[in-house]
């Protein structure tokens, strides 16, 4: 059967982003440069990749944002919430991500953009003390104010995606509440302690249809509840936590080792950061909700179970260390003990001195921009969870039961047969005999 390809953006994608610090305001102050030709979206595979359609010799690689009915970046519109009342070019001065001559070319702008009171509990974000926030007589109401929002947004644009873009919550684990729909709602208006504000953004996003992204490693969609309602309302969701730095550097060495059949004896990652996050980070609960995130990867890629001899004795470990010096410049440091033909060892050092929100910003706009785009489309949105998108995250969410995908190039592979499959195109193998039939 033909798939339905999908509808054109037509008007104004509403983006709304919870947590306008670091990330959010590097996104939004860069999508207003860049529609002002100040500078280019480079990190943006929307923006500045290419697609190759057809055979090799056909010379047809169009750039994917003209390949596929993406909303232009001069039809977006910004609003969120934070737990901070302070518009976005003081927020974006405080994060410190920017150069202050950068931000003073699009000031009144982002003066203009100012955050709607967050649902936030410091029991969640130990770190944080939120003087921007909304108060409700249960979770349920919480939620019905954040679709309230949503809905008085939606009456000034065409279509929204929202993000989450905010901090790290403390370390979950799924609960009777997140069973069913009928459990998580009854759990709202109980207050069950099990439901973290990340849920009850998603949950408010999901009922208006609205589809939801997770920025962040926090249990929030990853839960029977929540793709039982993307699934009955056709909204896309995917997560989980932007694939920047370390883990990005991961995801691109593990499979070049396991390609060359190369031991890994261990892998010792640690990081130092003196961003919001850092701070949050420092507390142990959040940082075990980061550390699951980050140590999944490896061991999905090289599969010890099938190379017993090459990883099932790996030793990884991750470090987070806040440092306030740095700001939002992290460092990250791997060592990294590998070993070769006849167990001979060899050792290999990466110190990735990296710009942690200007590697999240085009993550976050490719983000929005893919989910607008499977809302548009019939068999995307119908089937909820976005695992094509995994190229964007370090723990990619799939369906029940399904080990997730984290080589980069198989993720990118994904990701652009999905393209092509939706817009009627052939897959590429990669398999290249007809060249030489």
Known sequence: ??????????????????GMGAVATTLIAGVEAVRRGLSKPIGSLTQMGHIRLGKRTDEHSPLIHEFVPLASLDDIEFAGWDIFNVNMYEAASTANVLERSHLETIRPFLEAIKPMPAVFDQHYVKRLSGTHVKTGRSKCDLAQQVRSDIQQFSATVDRVVVIWC??????????????????????????????????????????????????APNLTLDLPCMVELARKTHTPICGKDFKTGQTFIKTVLAPAFKARMLGVAGWYSTN???????EVLDDPESFKTKEE???????????PELYPDLYSDMYHKVRINYYPPRGDNKEGWDNIDIFGWLGYPMQIKVDFLCRDSILAA??????????DLAKRTPELAAAGIQEWLSFYFK????????????DLFIQLMKLKNTLRHIMGEDLITHLGLEYYE
């Open 1 to 18: 059967m033909e798939t339905a390809k999908p509808k054109q953006p037509t008007g104004k994608l509403g983006v709304m982003t919870v």
């Open 166 to 215: 905010g901090s790290t919550e403390i370390f979950i684990e799924p609960a009777a509440v997140h069973a069913t729909l009928a459990s998580f709602e009854e759990g709202l208006n109980n207050d069950d302690p099990a439901i973290a504000p990340s849920q009850i953004y998603a949950y408010a996003a999901l009922m208006e249809g609205v589809p939801f992204a997770n920025g």
């Open 272 to 278: 130092i950061l003196g961003n919001r996050d850092g």
């Open 293 to 303: 995130s980050k140590l999944g990867a490896l061991e999905y890629i090289l599969q």
């Open 362 to 371: 085009p993550l976050a706009l490719d983000l929005v921009l893919f989910m």
């Open 395 to 406: 723990a990619p969410q799939t369906a029940e039961g399904l080990y997730p995908e984290h």
